[in-house]
C-alpha cells in the first residue's frame, strides 16, 4: 500500500512530466530488474517495488521553486547532440564537457548569437556523465554489499543505498532510449525542416506520456525483447555514448510518424513497436549496467597512480583541478 501511495505522490508533484511518462520509467526498471539474471545483483528484486514506485523521482528535482536542484538536475535529462558537433571525442569528464561548451560559446557569440545562446550546459545536456557517474556510485554500494554478505552482516542499509542510485541510474537510461532526449528536436522540429515535421512542443508528451498511457505498456510486452546479458566488457562510458547514439538515430522516424498521425491511434502497430524496441532497449542497457557493476564490485577498488588530483598525473587538467578517468 505504502508503494501505491508514494507513487500517487510522485505523479502530483510539479514538473514531473520532463521525460517518458511514469508508465514507461516504471517498466523500464521493473523488466531491467526482472531480467538479471541469478549471477547478477538478485538482492535489487526484494526493492523492485520502491525502485519502479519512484522511478520518475528525479523528474521531480527539476521545479522552478527549487532552482538550485534544477540548474543541477536538468541538464542531466538530456543529450542534444546536434549543439555539439565541433566536440569530437566526447570529454571523460563532466567539467572538461562544460569548458568546452563555453569556450565555444566564447568564439561564437558574437557572429552567431543564435547558436551561442543554445551553446551552454542546459541546451546540450550532460546525460551520459549523470549516467556514469550513478553507475560509478552503485560499484562502490554494491561493494559494500558484497562486503556485509561475506562477514555475514546486515546487508539491508548498503542494498538501500544501492536501490536508491538505481532509480537514478534508471531514469537517466530510461531518458537516454527515447529518441527526442538525445537530440535538438525535443520539443517539435527545429531548424530547417524540408520534411514538414510538427514544431507543436506537445509532439513530446503526446508520444512519450500519452501514447504510452493509451497502449497500455507493461512489462510483459517488452520483456521478451530485452535479450540476454552484454556490455560484458569493454569501456561502459563509451557504451553509453553509443547506446544515446542509437537512440538518437532514430528520432526523424518518430516523427515521421507523428506525421501521418500514429500518436492518436493506440493501435497504431508502427507507433507501438517503436515504444516496445525503446523501452526495450531501455531495459536492456540497465539490466547490463547493473550486472556489469556487480561484476566489478567483485574486485577492490583498482590504486590510481598517481592520483586523479596530483599534479604530475599526465592526464592532470589545471582547468578542472583533476584528471578525467
Known sequence: MRIFALAAVLALLPNAAHAWGGTAHSVIDRAAIEAIPDDGPIFLRKHVDYIAASASLPDSWRGDAENFSKIEEDPNHGWFREQFAFLNPIPRSRYEFVIALYKRYETIKDHDPATAARTNVRWTGTLPFAAIEAYDRLVVCMRQVRKAQAEGGDASIPEQHCAFDTIRLGHYIGDGAQPMHDSIHSDGWRGDNPKGFTTDRSVHGRFESRFVDGMRLTVADIAPRIGAPGRRSGDMFDAV?????????????????????????????????????????????????????????AAPPAKVTPSPLDFTNPRFNPETGSAPD
Not at 528520432?251 to 506525421?259: G, R
Not at 508502427?270 to 515504444?275: G, N
Open 241 to 297: 555514448l553509443a547506446f544515446l547514439d542509437e537512440a538518437g538515430d532514430k528520432v526523424e522516424a518518430v516523427y515521421t510518424l507523428e506525421k501521418r498521425n500514429g500518436f492518436a491511434d493506440y493501435a497504431d502497430k508502427d507507433v507501438r513497436a517503436m515504444v516496445y524496441e525503446r523501452t526495450a532497449a531501455g531495459a536492456a542497457m540497465l539490466r547490463d549496467m547493473l550486472c556489469r557493476a556487480w561484476a566489478e564490485s
